[in-house]
């Protein structure tokens, strides 16, 4: 399983905040923490929660996926050969064929 780096969800936090002209006293209101939370947070220095991440993407109209793993339309097709590509190569239909299955779930 791959770990989550903190460090890099913290910068992509900071990045959506400052495009969105907010400061970490206003994003911390957005939320209901404090502003040193969201330092810590940007810096990679603490590991927020689910629900905390989940606010912070509501927030700054972003989704879990760029956040957390830096996922975007721009950058999905390469995301998705790389998962693909650690598929063994046996399952890979398999692999296609259930995320086309989630897909038409999700619409």
């Not at 905390?52 to 996926?65: M, V």
């Not at 760029?66 to 097709?77: A, C, H, K, Q, R």
């Amino acid at each position: 399983m791959k770990e989550l780096d903190y460090v890099q969800i913290g910068k992509r936090i900071k990045i959506k905040r400052k495009e969105m002209e907010l400061t970490q006293e206003r994003l911390s209101e957005l939320i209901d923490v404090s502003p040193s939370y969201i330092s810590e947070i940007e810096r990679g220095n603490s590991i927020c929660s689910l629900a905390t991440i989940s606010n912070i993407c509501y927030a700054l109209h972003t989704s879990l996926d760029y956040l957390v793993f830096g996922i975007t339309e721009s950058n999905s097709d390469q995301t998705f050969t790389e998962v693909l590509k650690s598929v063994p190569e046996k399952n890979h239909k398999l692999f296609i064929d259930l995320c086309e299955n989630i897909s038409n779930s999700l619409k």
